[in-house]
């Protein structure tokens, strides 16, 4: 049966990817709704090609991307196609609601909160690329969604739900998440402090965006995922453990209580998780490449160094603290970012600052069960970021 899909963040890496799995199998998926961010030209050119009903976007021209589309989608052969379009800050949530059957949700940062309900409470089948939506919005996210409503598309958490089908709950020892280590693995703190911004982009074996890339440097990103394989699976901060594996190979793994392990392999591609996103519990054939075993490989595993990168212990405090701290430690983390590829900070300000932040944030105060409570945090985490770093609040 074909499955409609909604994409959210339809021009960024993962919409990107997205369409590809659409593209080559299109006896399974059409294309219900687009949602981009401020590349209006890319949007239309996949409005033209996918043809979807409705297409949305969060800033920009309406006129200009209507007519835009009308172009691509005459060049295209498709003189009729006429959508209809969606400017404006809500616009991704217009199209998360639009009651796709999968609702891909690849938009990066917090501004995928209100995205991520609208998906759920339309009743569609989530397919998370938005970790930082599940983050912040824990207790939210969880009252709104069904059983098996969301599906991961995070790689780890993606190979995380795959093992898990390989035994009851009550056989699961730990999580195991693996993480490449960045660019600067194995560097001591002292010598992180003079890294570019340039540097901290070169990752080794994943191309992602400027924020997620920079977040696996620093281990934010990794972080982040402890908190959503707690919210996701169930398990408790001191049954979640984090190794480094350079290869990029063996994307997480789960230890059973007899001692067996099942790890989940792929070359580094987000292809596959986002195939199974979209056609879970069923896998979608030649999604992306298999491991060569005809080749002679060797992976390696490594502990976390928490002194170079104190991110992920940070991150299990946050998690442990619950409510509105984890909404603290995303936003800060993302002005920091922002601040050190505009050379305002150096490196290890970013999670120092983050840090700061976080001992300094009351979560009593604010209302964490409501998505105004939830982005207040936001908002307070940015301000005092900036007022910390002396940048104009």
Known sequence: MTRSVALLGSTGSIGTQGLDIIGRNPERFTVAALAGGANLDLLARQAAEHRPPLVALATGDRQRLTEAIREYAVAGGHPGYAPEVV?????????????????????????????????????????????????????????????????????????????????????????????????????????????TPAQALAHPTWDMGRVVTTNSATLVNKGLEVIEAHLLFGIPFERIEVVVHPQSVVHSMVEFVDGSTLAQCSPPTMLIPIALGLAWPERVADAGPACDWTTAATWEFFPLDNEAFPAVALARRVGAAGGTYPAVYNAANEVCVDAFHEGRIAFLDIVDTVERVVEGHNGMHLNALSVEGVLAADDWARREARRILGLTV
């Open 87 to 195: 400017v404006g800050e809500d616009a991704a949530s217009v199209a998360a609601g639009c009651r796709a059957d999968v609702v891909l949700n690849g938009i990066t940062g917090a501004i995928g909160l209100r995205p991520t309900l609208a998906a759920l409470a339309a009743g569609s089948t989530l397919a998370l690329a938005n970790k930082e939506s599940l983050i912040i919005g824990g207790p939210l996210v969880a009252a709104a969604a069904g059983p098996d409503q969301i599906v991961p598309v995070d790689s780890e958490h993606s190979a995380l739900a795959q093992c898990l089908r390989g035994g009851t709950a009550p056989e699961v020892r730990r999580l195991v998440l693996t993480a490449s280590g960045g660019p600067f693995r194995g560097r001591s703190r002292a010598s992180l402090a003079a890294v």
